[in-house]
Every structure is written in structure tokens, then in C-alpha cells.
């Protein structure tokens, strides 16, 4: 099965996973669990956790 990941739902499921939980619950597992997809998924949309943060704080300003 092909999964094609548009950049918003990536950048909207980790800040949803953020507001509820807190930073420290944000993971790459547990934002491809929330995806429905593997971990290495997002590999292909981010370089790591940390270009994800950015992209989120870019995303909020």
C-alpha cells in the first residue's frame, strides 16, 4: 500500500499532539501511530524531531 503524507496533517497532528499533551509527549512514533503510518514514514516530509519543531513554531508565527 502507497501512503502519500501531505505536510499539514504532519504539522497539525504534532501541534494537536502538543496542546494536549505537552511537548515532552511528542514523539516521531507517536506522531506516525496518530498518522496511521510507520515512524520511517515521516523520515520522507522531516529530517528529525528537531526540523519538525521548527516547522511547527514557523508554522504557529
Do not use: F
Not at 7 to 14: G, K, L, M
Not at 34 to 53: C, F, P, Q, T
Amino acid at each position: 500500500m502507497y501512503w502519500c503524507i501531505k505536510a499539514y496533517p504532519v504539522y497539525e497532528t504534532a501541534l494537536s499532539l502538543v496542546n494536549k499533551e505537552g511537548l515532552s509527549q511528542l514523539s516521531m512514533g507517536r506522531l506516525a501511530d496518530m498518522l496511521g503510518i510507520r515512524a520511517a514514514s515521516l523520515y520522507w516530509h522531516v529530517k528529525d524531531k528537531v526540523e519538525l519543531m521548527q516547522l511547527m513554531a514557523d508554522r504557529i508565527c
